[in-house]
């Protein structure tokens, strides 16, 4: 899946998060989270995202 790291990086902006708070809340690293940027990542991930930011799955991926 690919997802939109700008998403994210609005989610995290609206909730005052950091990648540290949200690696804490996912149990992802720090890295996998940074290397998002990159494009795509597995589904576990992305449901892993959503739910911490409490937002639907397709609220992360691109159109």
Do not use: F, R, W
């Not at 690293?29 to 992305?46: D, E, R, Y």
């Amino acid at each position: 899946m690919k997802i939109n790291s700008n998403k994210i990086k609005l989610m995290l902006a609206k909730k005052q998060l950091t990648y540290k708070e949200l690696s804490n809340m996912t149990g992802l690293s720090k890295t996998t989270l940074t290397n998002l940027s990159k494009g795509s990542c597995s589904h576990i991930t992305i449901g892993k995202l959503a739910k911490a930011l409490e937002v639907p799955v397709q609220d992360l991926i691109e159109d």
